[in-house]
């Protein structure tokens, strides 16, 4: 795919950090223009970007000069908690962190791609554990459950504008957040290495080739489809 975004234009949300810093990298490489979205960048900047904030989402793409190409959304995350201590506060930040988000990004990139009459490409990065069972993770997977649904929703009703909406859902990878948990249990990180047929918890970049094979003209045909990179944990559980 060497050169296949050259002169496109992708946001990646998320984009700081994990598998959104990876896509960034290897977008660029491939002659993509990359603006990133996250709230790790400082305010009051064009790259900060809110997803669980409506106005932070409209503002993000308003300053914008054209229409994205392809977008990619990364934001995402949750605190883990067991069921039964999940407050309302707490379930309702990760709803609208990683469902939320993703159909906020979703909603106005594709609000822009259809003003300006264009294509556009979107992936959403979410997470094996949509399938649950996800112990302490249950909010985490229910929010995750719900964005799969609005990725299939959005595929069928923007297929008409040339609007495509597909997924990758990656099991455990290695992330500057994943890595600060299993570095403080490691009994964790050798659990999932052990529970994975092909050996090791994924990189970003183990995930990425799916991502963009998605994003890219490649895929024209292809919307509403999930992929799942996880070394085959699906298929030993």
């Known amino acids: 795919m060497s050169g296949a975004f050259t002169g496109k234009l992708a946001v990646v949300t998320g984009g700081a950090s994990g598998i959104g810093a990876a896509c960034v990298l290897q977008l660029r490489d491939q002659?993509?223009?990359?603006?990133?979205?996250?709230v790790q960048a400082e305010p009051d900047t064009p790259e900060y970007l809110d997803v669980t904030n409506r106005d932070s989402?409209?503002?993000?793409?308003?300053?914008?000069?054209r229409a994205p190409d392809v977008l990619i959304t990364c934001a995402g995350g949750a605190s883990r908690s067991p069921a039964l201590d999940v407050d309302e506060a707490a379930?309702?930040?990760?709803?609208?962190?990683?469902f939320g988000g993703f159909?906020?990004?979703?909603?106005?990139?594709?609000r822009r791609?259809?003003?300006?009459?264009?294509?556009?490409?979107?992936?959403h990065v979410g997470s094996s554990l949509h399938r649950g069972p996800a112990p302490d993770l249950s909010h985490f997977a229910a929010?995750?459950?719900a964005s799969m649904t609005m990725v299939r929703c959005l595929a069928q009703e923007l297929a008409a504008h040339d609007i495509r909406v597909n997924a990758v859902v990656p099991g455990?990878?290695?992330t500057p957040a994943t890595k600060s948990l299993w570095d403080a249990s490691p009994d964790i990180r050798e659990a999932l290495d052990r529970a994975t047929p092909l050996g090791r918890i994924g990189q970003p970049d183990d995930v990425v080739p799916a991502i963009l094979f998605l994003a890219s003209p490649e895929a024209a045909w292809s919307t509403g489809t999930?992929?799942?990179?996880?070394?085959?944990?699906?298929?030993?559980s």
């Not at 002659?31 to 996250?38: N, P």
């Not at 989402?57 to 000069?65: E, G």
């Not at 999930?226 to 085959?232: E, M, P």
């Open 57 to 65: 989402v409209d503002a993000f793409f308003s300053a914008l000069d």
């Open 31 to 38: 002659g993509a223009s990359v603006f990133i979205g996250d």
């Open 113 to 123: 791609a259809v003003a300006e009459n264009k294509p556009l490409a979107i992936v």
């Open 91 to 98: 379930m309702e930040t990760t709803l609208s962190l990683n």
């Open 103 to 110: 159909w906020r990004c979703a909603q106005e990139a594709s």
């Open 172 to 174: 455990p990878v290695e």
């Open 143 to 145: 929010a995750k459950a």
């Open 226 to 236: 999930v992929l799942t990179i996880d070394g085959g944990m699906d298929v030993a």
